[in-house]
């Protein structure tokens, strides 16, 4: 694999940019439904409509030895996994589309603070700084005091610290089990822990909802497909910096399909998120480490 990363920059910059406009297409489909199915009840059925998706990987867990301890970290996962989704869901029919994508970037800083906390990964003065410079990023998109912040952006907040924890438990568990199994553990986990939630305020779907849906489990999944292939063709050091081009097709989606207006203050603070994200990046791979900062987009649901 060594030898295949890092020799096509290229196709690693098109899978990357075609990656944003599936996470970006995901967006806009959750958008169209609106806050009429509750939050907690549209990611349940994204989740169980897309449990279809994942019959190729019966072989891979039929294989898979899971021992108590690693059915603790799953468990794990898929609660704080849960949370998120919920947030994220709650966030999309409250707040526009560019603010929701410009806030989940915050994921892979908050990922940086938990390796410095839990994994004992050194947080050296560089790293620190553009933690520091991502959070800038955060109150330049937020501005409290002089704008609303309303429960859809306090639920970002949660949701990107949510996906980050759900990262790092991703880490332990990679190096144990196949992505194959840890991808479905995380959709069954997930599942089963929005089901209750769904059922405390059930409402019945539309067929047209009900698609949507699962063009969201859809769009997703190819989403993560496509950008594995982005990390086989390139270095995070190369691909990173192409996921600002999702906030791009966010804003022109929010303006033009949704009539949301473009606010300047939203994309300088999502830039300076990326930037900072990307410094990140780049310095793991001059240092040659193992680089537990996530792109991204790696951090989605």
């Known amino acids: 694999m060594d030898t295949e990363t890092n020799a096509r920059p290229g196709w690693g910059i098109f ?14 489909l959750v958008k169209t ?26 072989p891979a867990m039929r294989r898979a030895r899971i ?11 898929g609660a704080v996994h849960t949370v998120g989704v919920m947030l994220w869901f709650y966030a999309m029919a409250r707040i526009p589309i560019a603010d929701v994508t410009a806030m989940n970037y915050l994921s892979p800083i908050y990922v940086t603070i938990g390796a410095a906390l ?12 553009a933690v520091l410079v991502a959070l800038l990023g955060a109150v ?7 704008r609303e912040v309303g429960p859809g952006h306090l639920a970002m907040l949660v949701t990107a610290i949510g996906f980050g924890g759900s990262y ?49 489990a859809v769009l997703a999944t190819a989403g993560h497909y496509t950008m594995t292939l982005a990390f086989r063709a390139a270095p995070l050091a190369v691909t990173q910096p192409m996921t600002f081009l999702q906030l791009v097709w966010a804003v022109l989606l929010g303006a033009l399909v949704f009539g949301e207006a473009v606010d300047p203050f939203v994309v300088l603070g999502g830039l300076v998120i990326v930037g900072s994200v990307s410094f990140i990046t780049w310095r793991e791979a ?8 996530p792109p991204a987009n790696a951090t989605k649901f």
């Not at 899978?15 to 806009?28: R, S």
């Not at 330049?140 to 002089?146: A, C, E, T, V, W």
């Not at 019945?204 to 009900?210: F, G, H, N």
């Not at 001059?286 to 900062?293: G, W």
């Open 15 to 28: 899978w990357m940019v075609v990656t944003g406009i599936l996470f970006v297409g995901v967006t806009a």
């Open 33 to 58: 439904i609106g806050p009429r199915i509750p939050a907690a009840e549209s990611a349940f059925l994204r989740y169980a409509l897309g449990l279809v998706l994942l019959i190729p990987a019966i």
């Open 67 to 77: 021992t108590p301890r690693l059915w603790t970290i799953f468990t794990i996962r």
């Open 118 to 129: 839990f994994l004992g990964e050194r947080l050296a003065m560089r790293r620190l700084i």
């Open 140 to 146: 330049i998109i937020l501005r409290p005091g002089l």
């Open 168 to 216: 790092l438990l991703a880490k332990l568990l990679t190096d144990e089990n196949s992505p194959a199994v840890v991808v479905t553990m995380l959709s069954l986990t997930v599942t089963v822990g929005l089901a209750p939630f769904a059922l405390l305020n059930w409402v019945t779907p539309t067929l047209l909802e009900l698609v949507t849906l699962f063009g969201v």
């Open 286 to 293: 001059m240092l040659k480490r193992r680089a537990i900062t």
